[in-house]
């Protein structure tokens, strides 16, 4: 374990998944987070954005954060569909998740979008969930330690510290397909990451920025992966839409 950890964050990435009443998770949830895991763990949860307003104001009081799944660069404008990390940050969102892999991949969103996403966060007052990590191909090429260094540079902007930034390196082939890095390979790109932070945000900073893991962590393994050296908590897709798996994860922080 690093010496000197941030506080960690377990965030929910629900995806498009949710109705109104899915309001009955958060309320699971907010049960759940007892004193004892609020003094471990910063817990939030990213919903789809019909529900972001709904879930802030339903998380009033018990500080479970809310986040966005993604933001367009601009405050306003004429693009049809989109949404502005000022509109989020005035439903109450806190947290936005920009370059997340579902979003380079369907959306073909590059390292430049994505970084221009997080200075629009940063604009509105949110912190970015910043995404990065590895094809399956690119692992077996070798070239993971490069691809993730390359986002990194590409995607976070200059003006970034550890209360507008927070790191999140997920490997694509491991989002949603129940397989997971081993802990070694997790602490290396981990270790890349924080070494990235340092050139990015300063000696000062680079330690205080979350970095947290995504793909296929789940009750069962959050334990193991949370221990990692500069593992500073997760963010979670298939497991965070069980409120009592989500906070099984989140009670990893427990010890
Ligand atoms: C994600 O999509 O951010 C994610 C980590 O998904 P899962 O936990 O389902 O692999």
């Known amino acids: 374990m690093s010496v000197d950890r941030p506080r960690p964050l377990v965030a929910g990435n629900w995806k498009m998944n949710g109705l109104r009443s899915s ?124 691809v993730v260094r390359k986002q990194l540079r590409g995607s976070i902007p200059v003006d970034s510290n550890s209360h507008n930034l927070v790191v999140a390196y997920e490997p694509v082939w491991a989002i949603g397909t129940g397989l997971t890095p081993t802990v070694a390979d997790v602490a290396e790109v981990h270790a890349l990451v924080r070494d990235e932070l340092r050139r990015l945000v300063g000696k000062a900073e680079a330690p205080r920025v979350r970095i947290l893991y995504g793909g296929s962590v789940k009750p069962s393994n959050a334990a193991e992966l949370m221990a990692v050296d500069n593992v500073d908590g997760a963010l979670v897709g298939g497991a965070s839409l069980v409120a009592a798996d989500f906070l099984a994860i989140a009670g990893a922080y427990l010890g």
């Open 23 to 146: 309001t009955r998770v958060l309320e699971e949830i907010h049960a759940g987070y007892t004193p004892g895991l609020k003094a471990k763990v910063e817990l939030a949860v990213c919903p789809p954005a019909t529900l972001v307003g709904v879930f802030a104001h339903h998380a009033v009081g018990s500080r479970v954060a809310i986040g966005g799944q993604d933001c367009h660069a601009k405050e306003s404008g004429a693009f049809t569909g989109d949404l502005s990390a000022e509109m989020l940050a005035d439903a109450g969102a806190t947290y936005v998740i920009v370059g997340h892999s579902e979003r380079r991949q369907y959306h073909r969103e590059k390292d430049v979008d994505v970084c221009a996403k997080a200075v629009a966060a940063y604009r509105a007052g949110l912190t970015a969930i910043v995404c990065v990590g590895e094809t399956r191909e690119e692992r077996e090429a070798g070239k993971t330690l490069a």
